[in-house]
């Protein structure tokens, strides 16, 4: 099964975007969401970020991580309801006044979590990691190593999400309630969890690092690549679709 | 013991993994079920503990239907040793590890220590190790400490002898065998043929999704066709009865080969 943040082929514009601007962009919306308090600007983000989902034909995996993010995301809100105290008490529960100010800090702080997350995973999963590094190589001219070391630990975020659900299988198969529906129970037994995740991921990570010395990782001393980032027009057009969103996050 | 009826699974977006699979898996027997990579073995295992849940059939244990109980609840009644042990593995001594697994199952401390006792002398562990500092074949033996610990009816083994020596093997497959004698009902998915041959009783064969054979594991083996749908061989001593035709039909174990060979150089002799 494909996970986030795996690369989904495809030859949509979006696709064909130069890696630059699929990183800028979503910088872009960062940006925006945190320049705005506007409840309508980042619900406009939000439309937008699925309108990548749709744009890059990864829709429904737009949605699964949509579904997944809510679920933070309503941590998130119920926190900020219960501990910011100012402005006017809206109701009551268990004795404890709800504020408008809180709702709306928990509303803004909710929609900014899922607006700023989804872009970057989705632009992500519609770029290949080779042409990230050498766009971030031969265009920026961050050394090797440096691109190597960004792009491979994208690229290891899927391995380490599936291998945290087979370590889940694992321990629910010894009898350790994952299969819970208590969210509080299962955040407090993730930690023995975090165990095997943490062996098996150096193991990996060692093995990785072994596998390119043995390819003569440090023997490239100069920049070269068969295929080179190209800025053209739908690039110039996205960037500047960012800009706007940016004056108008600062405006409203 | 456990019942598949006209299961079918996939993985989202995928398509299916398991079609329309229908067996029953006898109590007290070591079934093996066996394929080539892809045939979805590992996953029929997955579900068969509950891991996964069928898209469509039921899966009942001893008549219940498995969807109806939590995962982790089963813990006590079937084992499950993974592929790989470091996935099991959590905790920074033998014996808490095992402890670890009957934190949820068994409140009674004499009870519990008792339990890891017997699981420990069994498989020859020292309660005192660090499982991560120990040999591949150890750490295998520390998840199947930690998966029989319970003293489940069932115990499915996802790969039980991958990346073992042939000592190490043995030594995991004969405290099975131990296991099975005294009642355990075994799964094994399996890529050795010869350990299948060794061990099991009967045999699920899988291809593309599909069971296309059940039965005995000596009428399995022999049966050619059937493996060549599967894609696989048979174990070294079949391939060679099949090989020598006439007159070592039907052999199975080097001294079966030794006296059917007898046999006929006494026949030829005669002559």
């Known amino acids: ?252 | 013991m456990i019942r598949f009826e006209n299961v079918s699974f996939g993985y989202k977006e995928e398509i299916s993994i398991i079609r329309d699979v229908s067996f029953h898996v006898e109590k007290g027997s070591i079934t093996a079920v066996i394929g080539a990579n892809g045939a979805g073995k590992s996953t029929m295992a997955r579900l068969m503990r509950g891991l996964a849940r069928p898209d469509k059939g039921q899966i009942l244990l001893d008549g219940v239907d498995l969807k109806t109980m939590k995962a982790s609840a089963l813990a006590a009644q079937i084992g499950y040793l993974f592929q790989n042990p470091d996935r099991q593995i959590c905790k920074n001594t033998v014996k808490e590890e095992l402890e670890f697994s009957l934190e949820h199952t068994v409140q009674d401390p004499e009870r519990k220590e008792a339990l890891i006792q017997e699981v420990l002398t069994a498989l020859d562990l020292d309660p005192e190790a660090e499982p991560f500092l120990l040999s591949r074949g150890e750490r295998q033996r520390v998840a199947l400490a930690s998966a029989l610990v319970h003293k489940p009816e069932l115990l499915i083994l996802d790969e039980p002898t991958t990346g073992l020596d042939y000592k190490e093997c043995t030594q995991i497959m004969e405290y099975v065998a131990g296991l099975n004698q005294e009642g355990m009902t075994v799964v094994m998915v399996c890529h050795d043929m010869e350990v299948v041959l060794d061990y099991s009783t009967r045999v699920i064969v899988m291809t593309d999704g599909h069971v296309i054979a059940e039965g005995q594991t000596k009428a399995i083996f022999q049966n050619q066709d059937t493996l060549r749908k599967a894609a696989l061989l048979p174990p070294q001593i079949i391939g060679l009865s099949q090989m020598m035709g006439e007159g070592f039909e039907g052999i199975s174990t080097v001294a079966e080969m030794a006296d059917a060979i007898e046999k006929k150089a006494k026949g030829g002799a005669e002559k």
């Open chain 1, 1 to 252: 099964m494909k996970g986030l943040m795996n690369y989904f082929p495809g030859n949509t514009i979006l696709h064909r975007l130069d890696p630059r601007t699929k990183i800028l962009f979503p910088l872009m919306i960062c940006i925006v969401c945190f320049a705005t308090d506007n409840v309508y600007v980042l619900l406009g983000i939000l439309v937008l970020d699925l309108m990548i989902g749709l744009i890059g034909g990864i829709f429904r995996q737009a949605l699964r991580l949509l579904k997944s993010l809510l679920k933070i995301a309503a941590f998130l809100f119920i926190l900020q309801m219960l501990v910011v105290r100012d402005g006017e008490a809206v109701f009551h529960i268990f004795g404890l006044a709800i504020t408008d100010e809180g709702l709306m800090t928990a509303l803004t702080g909710a929609l900014r979590l899922i607006d700023i997350t989804l872009p970057l995973a989705l632009m992500i999963s519609l770029t290949q990691m080779s042409d990230l590094a050498n766009a971030l190589v031969s265009r920026w001219h961050i050394p090797y190593k440096y691109a190597f070391a960004v792009t491979s630990a994208i690229r290891f975020i899927p391995v380490f999400s599936s291998d945290m659900q087979t370590i889940m299988e694992a321990q629910t198969a010894r009898g350790v309630e994952f299969d819970t529906k208590n969210f509080f129970r299962k955040v407090g037994l993730i930690v023995p969890l975090c165990v095997p995740l943490l062996i098996s991921s150096v193991k990996k990570i060692e093995t990785a690092a072994m596998a390119v010395e043995l390819r003569g990782f440090n023997l490239r001393n100069k920049n070269s690549s068969y295929k080179q980032a190209q800025f053209r027009l739908p690039d110039l057009i996205t960037l500047l679709i960012g800009v706007g969103l940016i004056v108008l996050g600062f405006v409203l």
